[in-house]
């Protein structure tokens, strides 16, 4: 608040996933060990989470999540079970803040640094990816992910 006060513009963080809930259904389909967290399908190129190195699984010819991404289990020591965990957290966080995401990836619990950034003003992304927004303009961001309307 002070500093909306004072005139200034508030900056939200960005990770730059997108990801999805882990369920029951997911874990089984992707043999993931757990049912809680967020499930990395695509990490935006030039993002705070390329920079950490997360994985992202990406999606198969039927757009569906693909085995091999990393799952988001905890944000420094936050259990994260779902993706409102994660959004809520971030959202308490400024740019050039750091994080810590403990991951579950290839069967290992492992620990990933990552320095947040300022959302930019214009996210370049690649639909050959399976990333959006596309043409159609039905794809629209919220906290770190990114979302499509059918």
Same mark, same amino acid.
């Given at each position: 608040m002070p500093e909306l006060?004072?005139? /200034? ?6 990770l730059?996933?997108q990801g999805? $809930? ?8 992707l043999?993931? $060990? ?6 990395v399908? /695509?990490?935006?190129p030039?993002? $705070? ?10 999606k198969?010819? /039927?757009?569906? $999540?693909k085995?091999?991404g990393?799952?988001v289990?905890?944000? +420094?020591?936050?259990?994260v079970t779902?993706v409102?965990?994660?959004?809520t957290?971030?959202n308490g966080?400024?740019p050039g803040e ?13 620990t990933v640094p990552?320095?947040?950034?300022a959302w930019?003003d214009?996210?370049v992304?690649s ?5 959006? !927004?596309?043409?159609?303009?039905s794809?629209? +961001?919220?906290g !770190?992910f990114?979302f499509?309307?059918?």
């Open positions: 006060l004072k005139g /200034s513009t508030i900056k939200n963080p960005w730059g996933i999805l $809930p882990a369920t029951k259904d997911l874990a089984v389909k043999k993931l $060990p757990v049912e809680k967290g967020v499930y399908i /695509s990490v935006y030039g993002s $705070p989470a390329e920079k950490a190195g997360l994985v992202g699984g990406g198969d010819d /039927s757009n569906e $999540p085995e091999g990393d799952l289990t905890a944000i +420094d020591s936050t259990k779902a409102q965990d994660l959004i957290y971030l966080k400024s750091k994080v810590a995401l403990t991951v579950l990836r290839a069967g290992q619990t492992i990552v320095e947040l950034e930019p214009k996210l992304v639909n050959e990816s399976g990333q959006f !927004p596309d043409e159609d303009g794809g629209f +961001d919220f !770190p990114h499509r309307v059918k």
